[in-house]
């Protein structure tokens, strides 16, 4: 198994934790799982590229740089990125950041589509 099949193993993992907390009512995990099944996507996503990075904000400058500005990913995907990451900062950190459910089920929602585009990138013949 490839470290891209492993890393979008873990995506899916992580969104299938993600809906666990959003239908149990925790949107600060829900923020947070949602971010990590987009993290591990991306890191899927690099991985194919030849790419490895640990530090998150190097994931997401890579990101922009070798997926989105050379066409292969559109833009959209590199802002859920940003955003989601931002979210799991207050999320995790801000104990007087306001995370409500709705947003969280709006982030979950776009890690569902962020890590269904890279499946389905992973998934196509170069």
Known sequence: MSYSEI?????????AEA???????????????SYYAMFYAATALLAKEGKDFIKHRALLAAFGVELVQTGKVPA???????????????????????????H?????????????MAADRLSERV
Do not use: P, S, W
């Open 104 to 116: 969280a089920h709006q982030v979950c929602e776009e890690a569902r589509d962020f890590v269904a």
């Open 7 to 15: 890393a979008l193993g873990a995506a899916r993992q992580a969104i």
């Open 76 to 102: 959209k995907y590199h802002r859920m990125l940003i955003d989601a990451f931002e979210l799991r900062l207050d999320a995790d950190y801000d104990l007087e950041a306001q995370v409500d459910l709705e």
């Open 19 to 33: 809906e666990a907390l959003l239908n149990a009512g925790f949107a600060r995990g829900t923020a947070a799982r």
